[in-house]
């Protein structure tokens, strides 16, 4: 066992009669990483979760958690705890009998239970919180007091099943800073499902994109954003404008794609393999594209007409024609100096520029 | 709620008029039994002659009164306590479990709900008697169980149902088996319709007539000894003081068994988390 | 870190799982097996008290009763007899006609009051809910001895009115007909009929009877075309609850129903007593749950055929 597969899924599918919510996965997770699971909802990774909490057993394949194998390891036995979407707060216990609902076996005295509860609550900001019964509490206390109760015996790895669904906004980007703080400060491995990518890319070390019960890609969130690896993940994060385009020649670290309307490219494939003459896509993020009413000299241009202009304060977002593109190109820009492009009905020329390395290279399908 | 007031109408209209009516069609017909256990005289007749309590007295008196009391009593007992744990079982497997034939099982256990009870009656009576086992209380008792036992499972799968599936989960995740889960989790959140599971199961045994006519043998149990004593018009009113007494502790039973069940199940949609 | 760790048991390949392990891991991997593991007792329970007393109450009507024995070869002498004799087929026509009659008037009886809880109650929802139930767990034998007390000879409504002087002779005609059995079960069976209307009527989300309302429906038409047709579920639940347990009632016939208004559950138990003809009273049971089955069939297929046309 190495500290890179402290957690180890190997080919582990599930299958609900015909339903196959996870089809031979295989993930490793390092010891102390705050991994992310991202996906639309039945994409399976709350399936995958519960397989890792003991709740489903999977039909194929095995999960090893710290070197052991945990086929025949019941969720009670299991080194990991969970803190679920619904909190799942006992709601006939009060905060410190939730939190120390696990301590039972050690048979502490009163006054050992109360410190090892009272350290709990110092570290979720609740002490004084004792004795508050479960319906007292906030969305935001509940989700302190069911992260503590899962914390409080220092599970070898802790599960999070999108436990800031519930909260409104502003408290769910507090939670998300405190969480990961968290995190670092108690070391401990966390696997954390969710389906907002925003959430996944603040907090996570590394994330899984999931869909129909496989992963995408297994990347940093810089590296998922920057460097998708194909078209699905390109879409699933972030906004993304495709061009069709066929590659040309394949150098030394660099490909030459003819993209149509946009004319001829010079970009990193990445750790993508291709060959003259495929069919390719070019993809450009928004915030990647500049657009100005008047033409940039040098990089590469391309005109087009406004079709569509949003202003979100801080930044617009464009919606450009561009003669041979199908759909209208997005672009995103900071409101410096482009409230000018937002005249009544603004149906002008406008310039779109990009830099070489903005460009990525996917396979096309 | 009261955002809904244009679809609702007033309180107090017609349907009010009618339900009040209804209670009445329901409650006055039963409370001729108490009343005319007070009325000193034989005839069941108006006017009423005077109050007195000798029909009472005399029921203290009566011949095998007290064993078939105690026949309904202990046979209710255990019924309650059997219906209610084989009611939990069940509804724990149906709400927990996602099992094959979920739905043909559920239907199963509820038939004893809509076949009459003669022919419930006779068929463990054919049964009893082809096993050559002398009927008896226990004969009752089996026949009670199976009546009371799909009534056990609708209100612990109402009230299994009524808190989340998760709560069972956390606990087995924070290193409880299934054994502790139950009685530290379940147990606990359930016991609003344990009780009304028990207190209903009890009633419903102790006040069944034709499963306990048919299956007694030479044992007899409360409602069994009425019909008997029904022959006799000389006793009509002793038998009106008994029934009297059956109302009242069927009454006080059921409403807390019923308040203890719809508390429980008025306080899961409320609460709405 | 590691001191307080939750300990797991070794790790076990599967090849040397023994049998015990390899249940306990199917058991474990299966919710099927789990949950038919806890389903166990009160299946087993119903399997053996009821459905094979039934299935040997249907092989027992096949049998003939021979003085004071069974006679066990196997012959259909007694569904022969019951459809010889008219008057069996007639007893059992007229008990799915009471039935019939107490089951149509508990339901529209309920309706109006299942409906008033639902809509109209809204803080006392509980109290209404538990004064309807109430009636309903308390002894049957006594409800319907009740109504013997009330329509007898000498009973409340006879010396009532010869009281008030309305009447110098007692009714007869109100006590041992077929009209007392329909009041007397119609009584009885009150409180089985609100519960699944209710139910179904609690149940139907008000945002659409603001709806119908909002795209012009007048509250009757609305209550017709929307409320009606969501709460059939719970009318129809209603309407099985009652009618299959009274077509073999005999309590109520025997108390109040006289000779006119004795219904097929008074013959079968007296088969089984006095008329000492198991068999016989076997095969009344099974042709009379036969008829009963036939009935909701129909009424289930007319109901499925309405709602198609609506």
Redesign the interface.
């Known amino acids: 066992m190495s500290d890179e597969q402290f957690i180890s899924i190997q080919n582990v599918s599930k299958h609900?009669g015909d339903v196959h919510a996870v089809d031979r996965v295989s993930i490793d997770i390092a010891r102390g990483e705050f991994f992310s699971l991202l996906g639309p909802s039945g994409c399976g990774k709350t399936t995958l979760l519960r397989m890792l909490?003991?709740?489903e057993f999977p039909t194929a394949g095995e999960i090893f958690i710290d070197g052991q194998a945990m086929s025949t390891v019941?969720?009670?036995?299991r080194p990991?705890?969970?803190v679920?979407?619904?909190y799942?707060i006992?709601?006939?216990l009060n905060v410190s009998q939730n939190i120390g609902?696990?301590l039972?076996?050690d048979k502490l005295s009163k006054a050992d239970f109360n410190s090892r509860v009272g350290e709990m609550l110092d570290l979720i900001k609740l002490s004084g919180y004792e004795d508050r019964a479960s319906?007292e509490l906030s969305g935001g206390e509940r989700q302190r007091v069911a992260l503590a109760?899962?914390l409080i015996?220092r599970p070898k790895v802790l599960l999070l099943d999108e436990p800031l669904g519930a909260l409104d906004k502003q408290l769910r980007e507090q939670m998300q800073l405190e969480l990961r703080s968290l995190q670092r400060a108690v070391g401990i491995t966390f696997v954390f499902v969710t389906h907002d990518q925003e959430e996944a890319l603040t907090m996570s070390d590394r994330i899984a994109v999931m869909s129909k019960g496989r992963y995408l890609q297994i990347d940093t969130p810089t590296k998922l954003y920057e460097a998708p690896q194909n078209r699905e993940v390109a879409d699933f994060i972030g906004t993304m404008n495709f061009f069709d385009a066929s590659v040309q020649d394949v150098g030394d670290g660099q490909a030459s794609i003819d993209a149509g309307p946009l004319g001829k490219l010079s970009v990193s494939p990445g750790n993508l393999a291709f060959s003259s003459g495929q069919a390719a896509l070019a993809a450009i993020r928004p915030e990647k594209i500049s657009i100005s009413s008047e033409k940039p000299s040098g990089g590469h241009v391309v005109e087009g007409t406004m079709d569509a202009a949003a202003y979100l304060g801080d930044r617009s977002h464009f919606y450009v024609r561009v003669p041979g593109v199908d759909k209208p190109v997005a672009v995103s820009a900071q409101n410096i100096d482009q409230t000018h492009l937002h005249g009544d009905g603004n149906q002008g020329q406008v310039w779109l520029s990009w830099s070489n390395d903005a460009v990525v290279l996917l396979n096309k399908d | 709620?009261s955002t809904?007031t244009?679809?609702?109408?007033?309180?107090f209209?017609p349907?009010?008029i009618?339900?009040i009516t209804?209670?009445a069609?329901?409650?006055i017909?039963?409370m001729?039994?108490p009343m005319?256990s007070f009325n000193d005289s034989v005839?069941?007749?108006?006017?009423l002659k005077g109050f007195t309590l000798e029909w009472y007295r005399a029921l203290a008196t009566s011949d095998g009164l007290i064993d078939a009391l105690y026949n309904s009593v202990k046979i209710a007992a255990v019924v309650a306590v059997l219906a209610t744990?084989?009611?939990t079982?069940?509804a724990?497997?149906?709400t927990?479990?996602?099992?094959?034939g979920r739905g043909p099982?559920i239907t199963?256990?509820m038939?004893?709900?809509?076949?009459?009870?003669?022919?419930?009656g006779?068929?463990?009576?054919?049964?009893v008697n082809?096993l050559g086992i002398e009927m008896s209380v226990y004969t009752i008792g089996?026949g009670h169980?199976?009546v009371s036992?799909p009534f056990s499972?609708l209100i612990m799968v109402s009230r299994l149902e009524g808190?989340?599936k998760?709560?069972e989960?956390?606990?087995?995740?924070?290193?409880?088996?299934a054994w502790?889960?139950f009685w530290?989790?379940t147990f606990?959140?359930s016991v609003p319709g344990i009780i009304a599971s028990l207190l209903?199961s009890f009633?419903?045994s102790f006040?069944?007539?034709?499963l306990a006519f048919?299956l007694g043998g030479q044992d007899i149990t409360l409602?069994v000894y009425?019909?008997g004593q029904?022959r006799f018009p000389a006793k009509l009113p002793v038998?009106?003081a008994l029934?009297a007494c059956?109302?009242a502790v069927?009454?006080v039973l059921?409403?807390f068994?019923?308040?203890f069940r719809?508390?429980g199940v008025?306080i899961k949609t409320s609460?709405g988390? | 870190m590691t001191d307080r760790v939750?300990s797991a048991p070794d790790v076990v390949t599967p090849a040397r799982l023994g049998v015990v392990a390899k249940y306990r891991r199917a058991i474990m991997r299966s919710?099927?097996l789990?949950?038919?593991?806890?389903?166990s007792?009160?299946?087993l329970?119903?399997i053996l008290?009821?459905?094979?007393?039934?299935g040997?109450?249907l092989v027992?009507s096949f049998w003939t009763q021979n003085y004071l024995d069974i006679d066990y070869s196997f012959t259909l002498a007694n569904y022969t007899k019951f459809f010889d004799r008219p008057v069996f087929s007639y007893l059992l026509g007229k008990s799915i006609l009471i039935s019939g009659s107490v089951t149509i008037a508990t339901v529209i009886?309920a309706y109006?009051?299942a409906?008033?809880?639902a809509?109209?109650?809204?803080k006392h929802k509980?109290v209404?809910?538990?004064?309807?139930?109430?009636?309903f767990?308390?002894?049957?034998?006594?409800?319907v001895?009740?109504?013997k007390?009330?329509l007898?000879y000498?009973?409340?409504i006879?010396?009532?009115l010869?009281?008030l002087g309305l009447i110098s002779e007692p009714l007869e005609f109100i006590l041992y007909n077929p009209f007392a059995v329909v009041i007397t079960l119609a009584?009885a069976w009150?409180?089985f009929a609100i519960l699944p209307i209710y139910v179904s009527l609690e149940k139907i989300d008000?945002?659409l009877?603001?709806a119908a309302?909002d795209l012009g429906d007048t509250?009757i038409m609305?209550f017709f075309r929307i409320t009606l047709p969501l709460s059939m579920p719970g009318v129809i639940a209603a309407a099985?609850?009652v009618f299959?347990?009274?077509?073999?009632?005999?309590?109520t016939p025997k108390?109040v129903g006289g000779t006119d208004g004795v219904m097929i559950?008074n013959v079968?138990?007296s088969m089984?007593g006095t008329s000492h003809n198991?068999p016989f009273?076997?095969s009344l049971?099974i042709i009379?749950?036969t008829a009963?089955t036939i009935m909701i069939v129909v009424f289930l297929w007319i109901n499925r055929i309405m709602r198609r046309r609506a």
């Open positions: 609900f909490a003991g709740f019941a969720p009670n036995h990991v705890n969970m679920f979407q619904s799942a006992f709601p006939h609902y696990s039972r076996k319906h109760r899962a015996r | 709620m809904h244009s679809v609702t109408g007033p309180r209209g349907l009010g009618y339900a209804y209670l069609f329901v409650y017909p039963v001729f039994l005319f005839f069941i007749a108006f006017p744990a084989l009611g079982l069940a724990k497997a149906v927990r479990y996602k099992i094959p099982v199963f256990i038939t004893p709900l809509v076949i009459p009870g003669i022919i419930m006779i068929a463990l009576l054919v049964i082809m089996l169980l199976l036992t499972m808190f989340d998760n709560l989960e956390a606990s087995q995740d924070l290193g409880e088996g502790r889960t530290r989790v606990p959140l209903l009633t419903i006040d069944e007539f034709i048919f409602p009425i019909w029904l038998i009106l029934g059956i109302l069927s009454f059921v409403t068994a019923e308040w719809r508390r008025q609460s988390v | 939750v919710e099927a789990r949950g038919y593991n806890l389903l007792p009160t299946l329970f119903m008290f009821l459905a094979l007393p039934l040997l109450l027992f009886l109006p009051m409906y008033y809880i809509f109209r109650v809204h509980l209404w809910l538990i004064l309807i139930t109430v009636p767990w308390t002894s049957y034998l006594l409800r001895f009740a109504w007390v009330i007898g000498n009973g409340v006879n010396s009532g010869m009281e009584h009150a409180a008000r945002s009877l603001e309302t509250p609305r099985m609850l299959i347990p009274t077509v073999g009632d005999f309590v108390m559950g079968i138990q089984f198991w009273g076997a049971s009379s749950m009963i």
